[in-house]
């Protein structure tokens, strides 16, 4: 018999661990994920162009507060209405200079289609992260992870960096 208090673990167990997977910076440098196990990281398709570009400031204001537990990575993303056509230094330097990012930044991604990078497989499918299905619908789709390398969730372009949804899990 079940406890009421006892929570039945229905996830599906992960076929591989995120910091299995490999990523390349902007700047050509290795990002291994497994430097940030302990910590939380917070994925996120950004792009120059968006109606939503302006997150990046509540995105470095998150990091700037959380970054001894969490660690944000920008993966710039072309597929939404090109609106991240700009070169890795152009990205480097619209990032830095209009919204002081500090935070990590891959080279450019594809976070769908038949191309679609191993990060973005394992976030959006359910046989590879354990959790959920999803689909990125536009830039600045959020993808949670535990300290443990374990997806919490998934939060939509209109979700805020410092929306109540992102930090329970941080405080």
Not at 26 to 39: P, S
Not at 118 to 133: A, E, F, M, R, V
Request: a neutral charge; charged letters at 25%; aromatic letters at 12%.
């Amino acid at each position: 018999m079940l406890s009421l208090f006892t929570k039945e673990k229905s996830e599906e167990t992960p076929s591989e661990s995120i910091y299995d997977i490999k990523l390349k910076a902007l700047n050509g440098d290795i990002i291994d994920l497994y430097d940030y196990r302990g910590k939380y990281i917070l994925f996120v398709n950004v792009a120059s162009e968006c109606g939503f570009t302006g997150q990046y400031e509540d995105l470095q204001k998150l990091y700037d507060k959380h970054k001894d537990k969490l660690m944000i990575i920008g993966a710039p993303c072309n597929q939404f209405g090109g609106q991240e056509p700009g070169t890795a230094t152009e990205i480097q330097t619209f990032c830095k200079i209009n919204y002081g990012v500090t935070f990590l930044l891959t080279e450019k991604l594809d976070v769908k289609g038949e191309n679609q990078h191993p990060l973005y497989q394992w976030l959006t499918n359910k046989s590879k992260n354990g959790i959920s299905n999803s689909t990125v619908k536009w830039n600045f789709q959020k993808y949670l992870i535990n300290t443990n390398g374990e997806l919490i969730d998934y939060y939509y372009s209109i979700t805020n960096p410092l929306s109540s949804k992102i930090l329970k899990h941080l405080n």
